[in-house]
């Protein structure tokens, strides 16, 4: 498998001034103003103090709007814009129509899968497909785990199924 690099941007922002609820509702503001990727980690800062990690993957040109939305919503006073090698394999994407049978009711959705270019056992459905097929399900009266959901569609993936039944 070829490895391809890439220069990246991460920003390690270290919060204790603020709650779990504000640090939870910044992610959506991060994502819009472009970050990548976001992960927010519980801490103990100085002082015995709770605080947040935010490790942020950000493209080069959102750079200057993720640093606004750390000024403006975290209160944030400095952080680490840290230059990295983002190291990933190729993957392949894959869209599959799959008609469902859930007793007398039937219904198509669109399967979106992902795997490493040239694998199968790195074969997983797309978590918004999962999600689609819950809220579809729910709809129907028919209340899955979104786990369960996860395997019904990792079955249709790894078996090449058209069309599967729902018991």
């Known amino acids: 498998m070829e490895l391809f690099k890439k220069d990246g941007n991460l920003f390690y922002v270290q919060a204790d001034h603020i709650t779990g609820e504000l640090a939870g509702s910044v992610i959506e503001y991060l994502y ?3 970050a990548g990727n976001v992960q927010v980690v519980s801490t103990v800062t100085k002082k015995n103090r709770p ?8 493209k ?5 709007a993720v640093e606004q939305v750390l000024i403006r919503e975290l209160s ?3 952080w680490h814009r840290i230059g990295t090698e983002h190291c990933h394999l190729a993957v392949d994407y894959l869209k599959k129509p799959v008609e469902f049978c859930l007793g007398q009711n039937r219904f198509r959705m669109e399967v979106e899968g ?5 694998t199968t056992e790195t074969l997983r459905p797309e978590h918004r497909s999962c999600v689609e097929l819950k809220e579809i399900l729910r709809r129907k009266n028919q209340d899955l785990p979104l786990e369960a959901c996860k395997k019904i569609l990792t079955d249709i993936l790894e078996q090449d199924l058209s069309s599967y039944s729902i018991e």
């Open 114 to 118: 992902k795997k490493v270019y040239g």
């Open 60 to 64: 080069s040109d959102s750079l200057d």
């Open 51 to 58: 605080g947040y990690l935010f490790l942020i993957d950000v």
């Open 32 to 34: 819009e103003a472009g």
């Open 76 to 78: 944030v006073a400095g």
